[in-house]
């Protein structure tokens, strides 16, 4: 037998000693073996993984230390009288016998003349593969689905030399083994997906996704004996088409929503909406990053609405815009277009935020900003065609910004300050590249803005839209 691997996790005991009489020939030590057999058949062989037992004697001395060797490979010395041996089977075999052999050495040097040996019966264990998949919250999928999946051997994970993932009906492909992550984004064909490992491309054109309907990722690994693991199978989630180059994201409850909805349609830009809940879980992804990078990366044009709520992750609770600042600046970097209308508060700490959207920052002071039923946010820009815009009611415990190094102030609030409440009055924030608007930023929610016999909200997003997108 070849290629044989020996790992001998040495375990120290004490060999016994006896005063050498050295008036008389030395006589060779003996040695055995714990047991003498180990008889199993079929799928009762052991596992390459084997613990095994030794002693020696000697009549006129002591055992100085053992010599240990599988198969014919090279002899180990050891003073141990046990050890753990795991045994790697040759590639392509499913089974195989090894012989262990053990020589006992006494303090003179003499060995043994007939070692102790044991031949042990190995079978290859098939691997184990597991998918994450009870993590997949309802709805949350979209076009991008991010898993989480993990294998094992019990003959050493080192012999798992290959795994394939396929999507429902599909071809198996091959993943790499040491990357954990799994993000399948559909394409806008509906039949086709990428596949992404930790974020990085794997597979541009996956067949087997269906759009609009269920769908199921299959698991399985080989190890190097040729057997294949069990498959493990995802639990299902529901894949919506691609319909539109702009992607609206409403973190608020679903009847503000309704209310960016309403504005959306009269404008008549088409859109994809993706309403997220922190409570119910609905359109949360299972993985926050890289799913939602890869997902707004579809889009051409993004509209951000969120509050002061904070969601899961990473076992915890955040504000959705620290959440996402990694997947913003990944997708400006790649070109895309972003509108944000975010609630802040002051004592929320932007520091994960900062410069990422068009802000450095967020002005906090005693007492409080108000903007009243008759004030309005104004364009800094006297020229400007953008609208004056004014609150359907009081808006209560405004948080001015300030504008990061590379962007502008954009529109200021006529604000009523109170108890003493110091500060600038920028609510709104604009950058530009190559003379291109790609961020705005308000820091009041645009659904407070729905007067309807006046400019509102919906008037705001047309001229963003329009004009500075």
Request: aromatic residues 10%; glycine residues 8%; contains cysteine.
């Amino acid at each position: 037998m070849r290629n044989w691997l020996l790992l001998i996790v040495v375990l120290l005991s004490v060999v016994g000693c006896k005063k050498p009489q050295s008036e008389v020939d030395n006589l060779p030590p003996e040695t055995t073996i714990a047991i003498d057999s180990i008889q199993r058949t079929g799928e009762l062989r052991l596992n390459a993984n084997v613990h095994l037992h030794w002693y020696g004697s000697d009549a006129d001395g002591f055992i100085d230390y053992f010599k240990v060797k599988v198969n014919e490979g090279v002899e180990l010395e050891t003073t141990s009288t046990d050890s753990v041996f795991t045994f790697v089977i040759d590639a392509g075999l499913d089974s195989s016998d090894v012989r262990i052999q053990v020589t006992a050495v006494d303090h003179l040097g003499a060995e043994d003349p007939t070692p102790a040996y044991l031949w042990v019966p190995l079978k290859n264990a098939a691997p184990t593969c597991q998918i994450d998949a009870d993590n997949i919250a309802p709805d949350s999928a979209k076009i991008v689905l991010t898993l989480r999946w993990d294998a094992d051997d019990i003959d050493g994970d080192e012999t798992i030399v290959e795994a394939e993932v396929r999507l429902n009906n599909g071809p198996w492909t091959g993943i790499d083994l040491g990357q954990g992550l799994l993000s399948f984004s559909l394409q806008p064909n509906g039949t086709n997906a990428s596949l992404f490992q930790n974020g990085f491309l794997v597979d541009s054109s996956m067949i087997g996704a269906v759009a609009n309907d269920e769908n199921v990722v299959y698991l399985r690994v080989k190890d190097w004996a040729g057997a294949y693991s069990d498959v493990d199978t995802s639990s299902s989630f529901y894949w919506s088409s691609k319909l539109a180059p702009m992607l609206v994201l409403n973190s608020q409850p679903s009847y503000i929503g309704a209310q960016y909805k309403s504005w959306l349609d009269t404008i008549g830009d088409p859109y994809d909406f993706v309403q997220m809940d922190a409570i119910t879980g609905v359109g949360i992804p299972s993985y926050w990053n890289p799913t939602m990078r890869l997902l707004l990366e579809q889009y051409d044009r993004v509209l951000l609405f969120t509050d002061a709520t904070q969601f899961p992750n990473n076992g915890g609770s955040d504000y959705l815009l620290n959440i996402l600042a990694p997947s913003v600046q990944a997708y400006v970097q790649f070109g895309g277009k972003i509108f944000t209308s975010a609630q802040l508060t002051g004592s929320m700490d932007m520091t994960a935020i900062n410069d990422v959207y068009p802000v450095s920052g967020s002005i906090s002071s005693v007492g409080q900003a108000r903007l009243t039923n008759d004030s309005a946010m104004v364009p800094l820009n006297s020229l400007s065609i953008a609208p004056i815009i004014s609150p359907k009611n009081i808006v209560l415990g405004v948080t001015p910004v300030v504008p990061a190094a590379d962007a502008n102030a954009y529109y200021n609030a006529q604000l009523t300050k109170i108890a003493g409440w110091t500060g600038d009055n920028t609510v709104g924030t604009i950058r530009e590249r190559n003379g291109e608007v790609y961020e705005v930023f308000f820091s009041i929610p645009l659904h407070q803005f729905s007067r309807t016999n006046s400019l509102n909200g919906g008037d705001l997003l047309e001229h963003i839209l329009l004009n500075e997108f």
